[in-house]
């Protein structure tokens, strides 16, 4: 089955700085890559996605980065926010199959003021 | 639109006490999941349902039971519970190979 991998598990920044977080994943069927954020107390929220005939995608300050050959993806973070602190999810899925996602273990960012 | 709603929003519950989580959802989905979330663990999955009239087992199916009610709802049953099924369960839904929408969680702890 697939495996996903996210790294770092806690990042810790200061305000205005970028952050990078690394997903990796193991099934090169899979073809749809999520990113959800999730706030203390709250809900997993869908906050950008790639499909793996794209290889970036960008929204304001967040962009997503898609290597299928390496098997990797990124989440970046621009002039960061306060109010971006919080766990960040990566899932892998194979559309063409089961469309049931794989999640990486999340990483806690804390973006300091 | 509601989108994914759960009930209840917490429950405390004794060992080897029963009880069935709710879940429904008003986006028209075909696909509806529950996860439990603990610490470091990320999201697993526990069951979920491609479609109505159909169930199938996750990561961590044990000590669990599901029914898809109707297109809508999709319950998940504790029959004996144990302390550790003390977690925040999640249910999501999405329509085959679109995003998942979760709901609002509902935590529970097992004494």
């Known amino acids: 089955g697939e495996n996903v991998e996210q790294h770092p598990s806690t990042l810790s920044v200061q305000e205005g700085d970028s952050a990078v977080i690394k997903c990796t994943y193991s099934d090169s069927a899979s073809n749809y890559f999520p990113w959800y954020k999730q706030e203390l107390g709250k809900r997993p929220q869908l906050i950008i996605d790639i499909r793996s005939n794209v290889g970036e995608k960008k929204d304001q300050r967040i962009a997503v980065t898609l290597n299928k050959t390496a098997k990797h993806f990124s989440l970046h973070i621009t002039e960061t926010q306060p109010e971006d602190s919080a766990v960040y999810f990566c899932?892998?899925?194979?559309?063409?199959?089961?469309?049931?996602?794989?999640f990486g273990r999340g990483t806690s960012l804390i973006v300091h003021p | 639109n509601a989108g994914v709603t759960q009930t209840p929003k917490f429950q405390v519950l004794k060992t080897g006490q029963s009880m069935t989580l709710q879940c429904a959802q008003d986006m028209n989905h075909n696909s509806m999941y529950w996860y439990r979330q603990d610490p470091g663990m990320g999201l697993r999955l526990i069951y979920y349902?491609?479609?109505?009239?159909?169930?199938d087992k996750g990561e961590v199916p044990n000590g669990y039971n599901v029914s898809r009610l109707n297109k809508r709802e999709f319950s998940l049953r504790l029959e004996s519970a144990a302390p550790s099924q003390t977690s925040v369960y999640f249910c999501a839904s999405s329509d085959l190979r679109d995003t998942q929408y979760f709901g609002p969680g509902t935590r529970l702890t097992v004494l």
């Open positions: 349902s491609a479609s109505e009239g159909t169930t």
């Open positions: 899932a892998a899925i194979w559309t063409g199959g089961s469309y049931i996602p794989t």
